[in-house]
C-alpha cells in the first residue's frame, strides 16, 4: 500500500528500536541539561552562613528548585555507593533505574494500562514505592536508609550555605528571575 506525502521513518523493522535508542539519548541529554554546572554549585564564593533560620528556610527552597537535578545525581550516587558491598541489591537498584527510564523520564505519551490513563504523578508514587519495597526486600534496608540519611544531609547542608543572591532562573523553567546578582 503506497502512502502519498508521508515520510519513511525506517526502511527495516529494526528502524524502530534505533529511533527509539537516538530519541532516548536526546531526552537523557535534555534532562541532564537542566543540571547545573558543578562549578557553579561548588562556587567557595558563594558559601557562607545564614543570617536567620528564615534565610535559611529560604535558602533551602530556592537551592533545591535551582539544584534540583544536580540533587538527584547526589541521592542517586550515595545510594549506589551504598549498594557496592549488596551486589544483589545493586543489581535490583540498576534494573529499577532502567525501569524509572522506561516508565517515567522517556515516554512520550501518558501511560495507559487496561484502558486507563495512568497520571505522571500516580507512575511517580507508584514507580517510588516499588523501588523502595524492592530495594528493602533485598536485605540491605540498614544501608539504604543510612545513605538516604546521608544523602538529605549532605543536600541540606549545600542547600543552606549555598547563598541564592547569584543564581539566575529563567521563567520558562517556573523559577523566578532575577535581574541582578544584588537582588535578595
Sequence with gaps: MTNYGTIPTSSSPSGGHIEYISRAKERIKSGLGTRRPWREMFSFHSLNLPKSFRDSISRVKTN????????????????????????????????????????????????VICGR????????????????????????????????AIAVVVVLIHAIVRKTDDLYFDEEAGGLLRSSPSSP
Design 64 to 111: 533545591a528548585g535551582y539544584f534540583r537535578m544536580n540533587y538527584a545525581i547526589v541521592f542517586l550516587l550515595i545510594i549506589f555507593l551504598s549498594l557496592l558491598w549488596f551486589p544483589i541489591s545493586l543489581i535490583v537498584f540498576i534494573v529499577m533505574l532502567a525501569i524509572w527510564l522506561v516508565l517515567y523520564f522517556l515516554r512520550d505519551e501518558p501511560l
Design 117 to 148: 490513563t495512568i497520571s505522571d504523578k500516580a507512575v511517580l508514587i507508584i514507580l517510588s514505592i516499588v523501588t523502595l519495597v524492592v530495594l528493602l526486600l533485598t536485605h540491605a534496608t540498614k544501608n539504604i536508609l543510612v545513605a538516604l
